[in-house]
């Protein structure tokens, strides 16, 4: 191989055989841009992250690429060019041709909605029986395998067929087909022979394009009854039917959307079909039965000289049954011969070059498993929650109408990727806009999917309230397929089940701007939201009627910090982490519960540098249910030069469950009932556009420490804001008693940036005039928290992250200020912050004041002595009861994480893998028993925060970083690159550099991420030859090296990822590496060998005889 050397770092990795020189072939895709070939279009595809969404990034990184190019190897660029084709193959099956046909006319520019106009045929072909069949399916084991095939082998054909009579599927619906026949006028077309007509029956005159076009849809319709009705699936009996309906006129496409979803920097863009064929095809469709096609009154006039009639239609005569074509004028096969013969579409398909266009129209984890050519593995069963909306009200045939189209698409797209959700979806029909959003679609996976869906359908009713559209929301959860639908040549990534078609029903049943959803989404709902039952209603498809329920909002609470009689608040006591728990489990008493027993750890790193502080020992009876909080002189005084005694910044660093939370309430509790320091409160996350929230906060818990200090002013917030506000800031009232009236509701936060800057802004400029105020009369506490919840990506809460930490560099400048002016003022009533978050920018002003004065508390897990006294603690048992391989087991599933450990002990609990007695008020007679731990199965406790959150990071991956961490997982040690390189691109069968380049890259991102570890060479190792020059080099002889080896600890990461592993890929991939490590030790001295046997000098038996005659 010619590989150049300086891309290929020496890390033990064995270099690829080179393939032979490869020929330079243009790189061209056949269409009328055929110019557009080599090497440059295709590492056009690598020069950006992530492709199109970063036009000026790849525009400034071009002239680079294009430098870099000439330096490139041969081998190099056929595998990109490889690569690259395989990805087009595989990705032009979810763009129609009209779309591709637009593209080189011009019609895909930035701004355009409205990408074709014409007329034609429309068809809408809807199957039954798939809802059966998903039923049936779902509760197997391979039933998403089972499914795939079953629509694999009902739509081939189907597609097949609507390709030859020059059909564009435009959208699948589901189950269900849009398929749009253009009136092309096929008598200008270059391939047209002057002989037979478009329609292809000789001696008979053309019909012209549009009737050309209601008859070729005709006949496909024919000729799919003929060979697809009844389809046998092979499964218990259920056989797939069709029914069609068929329209004609004019025809707009439409491309809206553009926002870029979080998990990529790709926008995403959906087309749409709209015009009157769609309101005909709505009437015609049910009217339609089983292996029927029924065509409206404008699709009839162009055809009724040209088909037979079939049943009559009482109920709508002006409509028109499809019997067969009139076979002594046209038949079927002589239809499409003439389309199949005249079809130059090819002509204006998509190339490489063209490969960033398609991906703006392919969900990004679809695209990556194209890219990786694993497309199968995105066939799935699985638990997601569905939002059907729909949107009357609005012509988008108009160009006012399509432009409001664009406009509520981008804000429903917004307000979905705000929660981290996904749009299916986009469709016009005769009702109007058909949107469908679906949470749970990895990389997009959460614990609490169903709260986030009903959260995103509050944010869009507003945005459909906004755009003066009339909206209906139904919200389902349940198991569903989630998968690709079609065939080779034309296909989709959706979503098919019950729970889907429930959705559309419940969606049909709401009130205009109102939200139903079931029983499965109610039951999984947190405290954010509150539930009202509905009397049950009767849908299509259920026999029985079946519950409904209208979610809401729930009330903010009545108090925030310090309220009537001196009680405190916490703002977490009504948002606990990760926006609640679905059984309410979770209340005041046990949060209270939580901060007794994680404070009580005496050794706990967290507490002591709080106590440092502070002053003084943990007290339990701070945290008593009914602790009220008194004015009045302090009963102890903090250290000097603490943050607590001359005022200043606290930060508590650290990811969820590591107790910050329970920190931060003991500083408050400790500081409120011994410094006499007073609390305010404010908060961010973890849902998106929380600025209001945080404003809100601050300044409802501001009124209440004024209302302890001056108890004539009102209860009402409002009218204490009136009252109390310096009379230099009267001007900030109006908005701020909007945003108190309205409780926090924030608007989403595209839309409602300007006012909640400007609310935020003028709540920090009041708050920072009351304290002044109140800093003369008493001691202040100022709690901050930004909660990131279970967002999985840094891009979703990225603004509200900015304004959270802009709003504390004015409140760190205004307590850096009080501070000198209290000391020249002889005032002893210091202002502290304590900010509470994860992963805090270390050159933030907050940040480095709390580093300077050693008050910044970085949280990590538990030591393996804290985690005893944390179970013990937890239990309620002394530590002697708690076992050697109990205290092991759960410290090295938890890590220490408090969170996790209170998780676990709560699930061994309930499985009676351990079982507490107490006999007796003496513990000295109680007893701990530990039963079965080497069967615990850690995996199905997927409710918990534990192992919920990692399935869900681990779904957040990309395809080939989840791929090798479950690899990782058949390893019960350690494991090199080559070793998992033998299963995906092992270097004895024609793989290359990049290759393993691409696993390389992955594994050191899962390093990164501290979801596998590097580890020292095992023994008997290190001296083991690595090759690191290709086979075909020999006989140079392999230079040793030290290989890098790798590893899975995280018991739970390892425990998790195993059980997304089938036996079958266990083994397999086992057994690819030990041949791999046979290989790599036996076959280089062989190979060696031989090449010193072929290069020796060799006379043949007959020569050698007559040399020694001579």
Known sequence: SNWPRRLCPRWGVVAMAPSKEPQRESMGSGTPHSNRTGNESTLKQVGSKDSTGQGSEATSNQNDWRQGLESLDDNVLLWFRRRNTTTLQGALAFVPWVVQQAYFDGALQEGNIVIHRGQGAVVFSDASGFTALTERLAKKSNGAELLSRCLTAFFTPLIYLINAYHGDVIKFSGDALTVYFP??????????????????????????????????????????????????????????????????????????????????????????????????????????????TCLSPQAWEYVHDCVVEGRALEERPDFHMLDKMDENKYT?????????????????????????IIRQFIPSAVFKQIEGGTLTYVNEMRNISVIFINGSGLDVMSEKGANKAQDLMAAVQLACYAHEGTLNKFLIDDKGMLFLLVFGLPPLVHTDDPTRAVLACFDMTKVFRRHEVVGRFGVTTGRSYCGVCGSAKRMEYTVLGDSVNLSARLMANAPPLGILCDENTKERLSGEIQINPLAPIKVKGKANPINIFQPERTEPPAQIGLGPGGKVRFPWYDRPYGGGTANGLITPETLQQNVQQLCSVRAWAGIKHVQSMLGGDYNKDAHRVNMTIALGEPVATAPPGSPFSTGGVVVIDGTAGLGK???????????????????????????????????????????????????????????????????????????????????????????????????????LEVIMGLLSALSKQTAIVIVLQFESGTSLFPKTLEADKTTFWKAIAKLTDFVQKERPRSATEGNSKPITMVILSKDSDRQHPAVKAAVASNSLIELTGFTEENSLEYMSNYLNVPEQLITQPLRQFVFKVTLGNALYIRETMDQ?????????????????????????????????????????????????????EAAVLKMSTCFSGPFTLPDLGASTCSRWADATHFDLLRLFKAIRKLVEASIIETVDVPNGAGGTPTPNVPLMDAPQRWAPTITQHFQTRNVLIRAVGSSMVLEAQ???????????????????????????????????????QAFRRM
């Open 1066 to 1104: 266990r083994k397999s991939v086992k057994r690819q590496a030990l041949v791999d490590r046979a290989l790599s030790r036996e076959l280089p001295a062989r190979m060696d060998a031989l090449e010193l046997k072929r290069k020796a000098q060799h006379i043949p038996w007959y020569y050698e």
């Open 332 to 356: 079927f096969p002589t239809i499409k011969h003439a389309a199949l013969e005249n079809d130059n579409r090819a002509e204006f398909q998509f190339g490489l070059s063209e490969l960033n």
């Open 908 to 960: 061994l609990q309930e499985s009676k893998h351990i079982v507490v007695t107490r006999n007796g008020s003496d513990p000295s007679s109680w007893t701990l028993d530990c039963k079965d731990m080497d069967k615990i199965n850690i995996s199905t406790w997927q409710h918990t925060s534990m192992v919920g959150g990692t399935v869900c990071l681990l779904e957040s991956l990309d395809p080939l």
């Open 661 to 763: 939370i329970e920190l931060a309430e003991y500083i408050v509790m400790h500081a409120a009932s011994r410094l006499r320091m007073l609390p305010i409160f404010g908060t961010m996350g973890p849902r998106p556009g929380g600025s209001i929230l945080l404003a809100v906060e601050l300044l409802r818990s501001t009124l209440g420490v004024y209302r302890t200090v001056h108890p004539e002013v009102p209860a009402d917030d409002c009218e204490a804001l009136m009252q109390v506000v310096p009379p230099g800031l009267s001007g900030k009232v109006p908005i701020l008693r909007e945003a108190l009236l309205e409780q926090g509701s924030a608007d989403i936060p595209a839309v409602a940036k300007k006012k909640t800057g400007e609310t935020l802004d003028g709540a």
């Open 183 to 292: 009136d092309v006028d096929d008598t200008k077309s270059p391939k047209y022979n002057r002989i037979v007509p478009p329609h292809g029956t000789y001696g008979l005159p053309d019909l012209g394009p549009m009737a050309t076009a209601v008859l070729r849809a005709s006949a496909c319709c024919i000729e799919i009854h003929k060979r697809l009705h009844q389809f046998d699936t092979g499964v218990d009996g259920v056989c797939l039917c069709l029914h069609i309906g068929v329209g004609c006129g004019q025809v707009s496409i439409l491309q809206v959307g553009g926002i870029v979803p979080p998990e990529t920097h790709v926008p995403r863009f959906e087309y749409i079909i709209a015009g009157s064929p769609l309101e005909q095809i709505s009437i015609a469709e049910p009217l339609a039965k089983n292996g029927e």
